[in-house]
C-alpha cells in the first residue's frame, strides 16, 4: 500500500457519517487493496478516533456551545444520540454501547458512540470495552459485505 491509499483510508475512517462504513469498501473495492491491510489500518484509526473524541468531548463541548446557534445544534444531537443510545445501554450495559458502535449504520459509529458515553457518564475503561467491541464489530461486518461483493456474493 502505498502512503497516498493509507492517507486516503485514514482520512474517510476519521470523516464523521463515513467512517469505516465508506472507508473499508472505499479501500478494498476502489483501489483494490490487501483486504487484511485495510482492515487492521481502518480497526486502528476507529478506535484511536474513538478514545480522542471520548477525552477530548468535555473541553470542546464547553468552548463550541458558547455560541448560541451551537449549542442549539449541540442539544438537538444530545437529544437524538440519548435517544438511540440509552436503550442498548439499559439493556445491555457497556456491551449495548458497543453493539451501538458495531451497527455499520449512518448515525452510529465512534462519534455518536464517543458522544454517548460522555452524556451517560460512562467511564474511559468501559467506552475502551465498548469502542474496541463495537469497531471490531463494524469491521468485521464491512469486510464481509465488501468481500462478498467484489467475490459476486
Not at 455499520?104 to 465498548?130: E, N, Q
Amino acid at each position: 500500500m502505498d502512503i497516498h491509499n493509507f492517507f486516503e483510508l485514514v482520512l474517510l475512517t476519521l470523516t464523521p457519517a463515513f467512517e469505516l462504513r465508506a472507508s473499508i469498501p472505499y479501500g478494498i473495492l476502489g483501489p483494490g487493496l490487501n483486504w487484511p491491510e485495510v482492515f487492521a489500518i481502518v480497526v486502528v484509526v476507529n478506535i484511536l478516533l474513538g478514545l480522542v473524541l471520548f477525552l477530548l468531548l468535555d473541553r470542546l463541548v464547553k468552548l463550541f456551545t458558547r455560541i448560541q446557534f451551537i449549542k442549539d445544534i449541540y442539544m438537538r444531537i444530545v437529544a437524538r444520540t440519548q435517544r438511540k443510545v440509552q436503550p442498548y445501554m439499559e439493556k445491555y450495559g457497556t456491551i449495548g454501547l458497543g453493539l451501538f458502535i458495531g451497527i455499520p449504520l449512518p448515525g452510529s459509529g465512534v462519534w455518536t458512540g464517543a458522544l454517548a458515553a460522555y452524556l451517560l457518564g460512562l467511564r474511559f475503561k468501559k467506552f475502551l470495552i465498548a469502542d474496541i467491541i463495537g469497531v471490531l464489530i463494524a469491521a468485521t461486518i464491512v469486510t464481509a459485505l465488501s468481500l462478498g461483493l467484489l467475490n459476486g456474493i
